[in-house]
């Protein structure tokens, strides 16, 4: 099993920053898909970014070019860097760990992007 917790969550004003990190811990094995998804108020949980254990990264179109993704392999901890935030980045963000048909979830971290 592999356990997940996040942290770097908080309250930050528009156009500002943040930086959330996910510790991981257990049996974790190459390759694998690590990724950040996020869950607003009412709505479904969605994709943020992810990474491969190689590297790799996707990102959705809505955070694109503000957020960065990166992985300390060594360390087995998942890092969202946030820029520029906005009032729709609010949402809850959870870590997620994926390899072959195992999947695991964090218990996730708050963001509130307010003024």
């Known amino acids: 099993q592999v356990q997940l917790v996040e942290s770097g969550g908080g309250l930050v004003q528009p156009g500002g920053s943040l930086r959330l990190s996910c510790a991981a811990s257990?049996?974790?094995?190459?390759?694998?898909?690590m990724g950040w998804y996020r869950q607003a108020p009412g709505k479904q949980r969605e994709l943020v970014a992810t990474?491969?254990?190689?590297?790799?990264?996707n990102y959705a179109d809505s955070v694109k070019g503000r957020f960065t993704i990166s992985r300390d392999n060594a360390k087995n901890t998942l890092y969202l860097q946030m820029n520029s935030l906005k009032p729709e980045d609010t949402a809850t963000y959870y870590c997620?760990?994926?390899?072959?048909?195992?999947?695991?979830w964090g218990q996730g971290t708050q963001v509130t992007v307010s003024s």
């Open positions: 990474i491969s254990s190689r590297g790799s990264t």
């Open positions: 997620n760990y994926r390899r072959d048909w195992y999947e695991s």
């Open positions: 257990g049996s974790i094995f190459s390759p694998n898909l």
